[in-house]
């Protein structure tokens, strides 16, 4: 039977809460996380990350520079100092040492997530899934090491400053680049920090999303589709055809020195060093992928020179014959100590291939099914990978400010998933906010370094003018303007 209220009302009989004071809810855990990074401004304000500190102690770029030379190939450090001597853009890419001692000193959010350690531009771009579709993301973690979050957004924005100063581009584009790089990570973190722990860590930018992205904008999505269609070009068996020749029945990778050439048997032979390595690294492999990599024989090796950053490492490129009258193309590159380590913490690994491998399956949406690694090659550390899987790299030739910005929008994007995979996305999204503090203070950051790194630049020039980094040749304008 229902008993009456006051008000003649019919009840349940329960005493009615009307007035009573209300629990509040438990925020939820997200919510906490939240609330936890936007509490971090307190000791680290978004503007204080405007200060473009530079370092600790005394500053010797140069011998920093050098610092990272060390046991590098001498004969091949010529190409290097060439490579980086024919921009301040260029320069800005074989030089993350020095912006890893800079930032040392910059203000810290404390916000710690696994860093691509060399986050400028030209390290994003596209490349096959194992399942052969194309996504857009970070491509090379050859300095990855856990650090603050915002060293990597630093470096990736002050790339794209360097990038709109070498195509002329005024400082208002400059500026406008930037901050939607910083845009886009910001909005991706928020959009991050909403989705379950396994929606994130499956989350990916497919090319089909690029496209629709820029569906309105005629003039990108041609320079998109023509990217594609070059890398549908780029798959393993098109690599062997341009780089390789039939001797005596069977395939052989051919000499393009000084870029690409047998090393002499005394320094690498294989059956004496190159198959006992791939023996070592095939434990690396899962069972699944042990059973496909013994399909495929080793036929021959060649040194290779990569990059700009890696000029004078020890890299190969291993040529094998599948049972198909097919090939697989692995690359061996030397896994040397990262420009992070002792700066933004140590590495857990005593293995520098582990260290790169593992830092890359935390951050990309999809790796490399050869991913693997060991040691043991005349006493070094390395890593092992696909050459050239159908991948897609910028070509800033012919950018526009409104291109550039674009592609810095997808860059900042492809960093948040990266970061939100591999940290917590409501503690950075918290601390990032929704307003423009943020891009504003790495705006005016970047335009600062970026004044700095060409300072850098014309002090390595004046060295190469007396000699202390001698270069091999240059284009003319370049070999003028030096020397």
Known sequence: MKAKNQNGKHTDGKPSSKGAPQAEAAPSLREARRQQGKALRKTCPRSSHADAALGVGDRDPLSLIEETDQDRLPNLLPIRFTR???SAFAFFRGSAVLQAHDLQAA???GLIVQLCGDCHLMNFGGFATPERALVFDINDFDETLPGPFEWDVKRLATSFVLAARWLDFDADDARRTVTAVVAAYRTAMAHFSELSTLETWYAKISMDEVFQEFANDPKIVKLLKKSVEQAAEHTPEHVVHKISKVVDGKSRL???PPLLFH???SELDLDRDVKPFFAKYRESLALDRQTLFDRFEIVDVVHKVVGVGSVGTRCYIVLFAGPQDDHLLLQVKEARRSVLEGRSGSSPFDNNGERIIVGQRLMQSASDIFLGWTGGLHGRDFYVRQLRDMKIAPNLTGY???????YGDLCGKALARAHAKAGDAATIA??????TALDDAIADYAATYVD???RDYDAFRGAIRTGRFPIDTL???????IR
């Open 430 to 435: 918290g601390y990032v906010g929704s307003t």
């Open 475 to 481: 284009p003319s304008e370049v070999e003028q303007s």
């Open 400 to 406: 526009s400010p409104r291109i550039l910005a674009a």
């Open 452 to 454: 700095q790194v060409e």
């Open 84 to 86: 980086m001597a024919e």
């Open 263 to 265: 090393a002499d048997p």
């Open 254 to 256: 051919g000499d393009q």
């Open 107 to 109: 203000p810290s959010s």
